[in-house]
C-alpha cells in the first residue's frame, strides 16, 4: 500500500493564494486531489497522470493547477483566486492499480491520506 501525506492547507483571505503538497511513499499511476466540506460530499477537484495528463472540476479551472514532481512521487496542488467556497478539508489521493480509470471519482482512486484543511474567509 501507499502512503500519502498532505501539507501546505492553513487559513487565507477570500483572492488569496496555497499551495497543497502531497508526499507518497511509492510509485502511483495518477494522483487528485478532493476536498469536503461540512455536510456536503467529498468531491473531486483536480487529478494528474504519471504522463502529466490533468483533469479539473469546473469549478476549479483556471483557478487551481496541479503539477508533479516524479522523482520524489510529489503532487502539488496551487490554489489561486481563493473563495469562501473553496474552504473544505482538502485530500491527496493516489490510483495504485492503473488501468484505463481516468476521472474525478472517488472510486477511481485506491489510497487517502489523512487530509489538510483549507479555510478562506471573506
Known amino acids: 500500500q501507499v502512503r500519502l501525506v498532505e501539507s501546505g492547507g492553513g487559513s487565507v483571505q477570500s483572492g488569496g493564494s496555497l499551495r497543497l503538497s502531497c508526499d507518497a511513499s511509492?510509485?502511483?499511476?495518477?494522483m487528485g486531489w478532493f476536498r469536503q466540506a461540512p455536510g456536503k460530499q467529498r468531491e473531486g477537484v483536480a487529478a494528474?497522470?504519471?504522463?502529466?495528463?490533468?483533469i479539473y472540476a469546473e469549478s476549479v479551472k483556471g483557478r487551481f493547477t496541479i503539477s508533479q514532481d516524479n522523482a520524489n512521487y510529489t503532487r502539488y496542488l496551487q490554489m489561486n483566486s481563493l473563495k469562501p467556497e473553496d474552504t473544505a478539508m482538502y485530500y491527496c489521493?493516489?490510483?495504485?492499480?492503473?488501468?484505463?480509470?481516468?476521472?474525478?471519482?472517488?472510486?477511481?482512486?485506491?489510497?487517502w491520506g489523512q487530509g489538510t484543511q483549507v479555510t478562506v474567509s471573506s
Open positions: 489521493a493516489a490510483d495504485v492499480r492503473g488501468g484505463d480509470r481516468w476521472s474525478l471519482r472517488s472510486s477511481d482512486f485506491d489510497a
Open positions: 511509492r510509485y502511483t499511476y495518477k
Open positions: 494528474i497522470k504519471r504522463d502529466g495528463t490533468t
